[in-house]
């Protein structure tokens, strides 16, 4: 696929390379980086396969903040128009505001409202005159001018007019261009600063994905399709479903799950030997706003949404993926600590069910997780199922006064993750020492 990861003093993480070509597993204690590479590494990559629908959003919410200013801005005409005409005029706003597909009309009415304040007078009383400010004031804040009297509230429309459409247009020529400004927007709302493409990138064919020295936002050729899954809770019954923008990743998830895409067939890993709740399939009821699952003719029937387990719901979210058809070879699936919520008898189950998934479409998978389970169970299943051996990454701390951590290519070799994972057992023989001395006192 010719994809790595690549950060440098990135919070947590003093180095990482991470190369992504199969399944890649990365590893570590808690603080390491390992979170925030998978998160990373989804929004870089949505934002970089979406950055159309990125701009379209973008440019959406200008325009409706634009709207929002001139309704805000309307409430003063009152003072010095016409009320009857004002009145008009706002039931016209009201049946325009929250549409998108009708621009020519709300252009239409721009200029019907640009009439109406030409053929009033600027007024002189105080009265008026302080609501006449307002409105310009409001308009002055949309266009980032200061206001002074000179400024009529028609030739304020006007150029609000002219900012409206240049909006419009500026969104061709921005997804076009592809400049990272947009991504940048986006990467400050979420991570509450702006990306450091130097400190953190993904790179396609040694060639940044953001690519800060053109100032542009690579269109990648070998990932299409893009999911990050951090706990099976992600998945909303359609009632509880909302816009986080907090959890952009759980909206995307729902977003496809809930859209138009029927199920096909599910994905077969040869789960006989299971048995239980494995077996079992899903579908929508009939006006879909519940998602089913039934095990057998005799077994129970109910809404996996509402009453299923949570770790039943972590093999719904992939097998709701593969039936909608979206995972493929130019598919990258980040899955972070899928073991959380896994019984450890499910964990090998689900390992299985991913490597499986890996086989039968030649998807990449990016996992993190410190489960010797799963890392144990990836790669015996998949030395059995792959002819491509599974990557291991594992992070170590390099200073360990600032807490940062480098992650060290351990190839296929899992050996140096099971020597973190025993220092635990130590940990609790300290424990159990120390409880003996108290004992005997």
Known sequence: MGIAIKARDFFAIKKA????????????????????????????????????????????????????????????????????????????HSGLYFRDQNNEKYLEFLDSLIQLCYEVQRPLSSAKKRYYDSFCNILCSVLKRPYHEDLSAE?????????????????????????????????????????????FNVFENDVPVVD???????????IKNIFYVDTPMSLMDANAFVLDDTKKHWTDLNKVFWGNRKFDEPFNFYPNETGGLLN??????????????????????????????????????????????????????????????????WIVHFAKFLVMLRKETQCTFLISSHSTDMVSSLKFIAEKELKQKTRYYLADLEDDKRLLYSFKNLNDDIEPIFEKFNKSFRIMDGYSEENQEIADL
């Open 212 to 222: 800060g020295n053109r100032n542009v936002v690579l269109y990648p050729d070998s």
């Open 155 to 199: 030739e304020l429309l006007s150029d609000f007019k002219i900012k409206y459409i240049e909006i419009q247009k500026n969104s061709d020529f921005l997804k076009l261009d592809r400049k990272m400004t947009v991504f940048q927007q986006q990467w400050n709302e979420l991570f509450g600063q702006k990306l450091n493409p130097s400190l």
């Open 280 to 345: 079992g399939n899903f579908d929508w009821n009939e006006d879909k706003s519940s998602l089913i699952y039934k095990t057998s003719d005799e077994g129970p029937v109910f809404d996996v949404l509402k009453r299923g387990a949570t770790g039943l719901k972590s093999f719904v979210i992939m097998q709701s993926l593969y039936r909608k058809g979206l995972i493929n070879q130019n598919t990258l699936l980040i899955l972070d600590e899928p073991e959380a919520h896994l019984h450890p008898q």
């Open 17 to 92: 390379d991470i190369i992504l070509d199969g399944i890649t597993v990365i590893s570590g204690v808690n603080g390491c980086g390992k979170s925030t590479l998978a998160r990373s590494t989804y929004e870089l990559l949505s934002a970089a396969i979406n950055y159309d629908d990125l701009v379209a959003n973008t440019t959406k919410r200008l325009l409706f903040e634009m709207k929002q200013s001139l309704r805000s801005a309307m409430t003063n005409m009152s003072g010095f128009a016409k009320r009857s005409d004002v009145s008009k005029l706002q039931i016209v």
